[in-house]
């Protein structure tokens, strides 16, 4: 009888241990698809390629999106557009919070870039 409780047990916790793990790997490979057609679809709606920048963390998920000044001027429902496609496209990556932050590319990107680089090249140094 005992051996049939462990057996029932060691099953059970298999089954959810593939449950979960099955769960993270569909949510990460439809945010590597995303991270692959998200620019070509915002380039074939708004004519420009934009930078994408797409990172995950424990049910987060945060998106920046940076278009020329030009882009941003025209269209003021960017940041919908692209939670109807991933709602639309990606169900599995919609059940996680996901955070979009639309930018100006170029020069506010890369001033962000290079001030963490040189707060992290700072942290290394100091003893």
Same mark, same amino acid.
Request: charged letters at 30%.
């Given at each position: 009888?005992n051996?049939?409780?462990k057996?029932v &047990? ?6 959810? %241990?593939?449950?979960?793990?099955l769960k %993270? ?5 439809g945010?590597? @698809?995303? =991270?692959? =057609?998200?620019?070509?679809? &915002?380039?074939?709606v708004?004519?420009? =390629?934009? $930078?994408?920048?797409?990172? $995950?963390?424990?049910?987060?998920? +945060?998106i @920046?999106?940076?278009?020329? $000044?030009?882009?941003?001027d @025209?269209h003021?429902?960017?940041?919908? +557009?692209?939670? #109807?496609?991933i709602?639309?496209?990606?169900? #599995?990556? %919609? ?9 100006? =590319? ?8 290079? #001030? ?12």
């Amino acid at each position: 009888m005992n051996k049939f409780f462990k057996t029932v &047990l060691l099953l059970g916790g298999t089954a959810v %241990a593939a449950h979960f793990g099955l769960k %993270a790997y569909r949510r990460v490979n439809g945010i590597v @698809k995303l =991270s692959k =057609s998200l620019p070509e679809f &915002l380039s074939n709606v708004y004519g420009e =390629s934009p $930078q994408i920048n797409v990172n $995950q963390g424990m049910g987060h998920i +945060t998106i @920046k999106v940076g278009f020329s $000044q030009e882009i941003l001027d @025209k269209h003021d429902d960017i940041e919908n +557009t692209i939670r #109807e496609y991933i709602d639309d496209f990606y169900p #599995e990556v %919609a059940r996680c919070s996901v955070d979009i932050d639309i930018h100006v =590319s170029g020069e506010e990107g890369e001033e962000d870039l290079d #001030e963490e680089t040189s707060e992290k090249e700072e942290d290394i140094l100091e003893p």
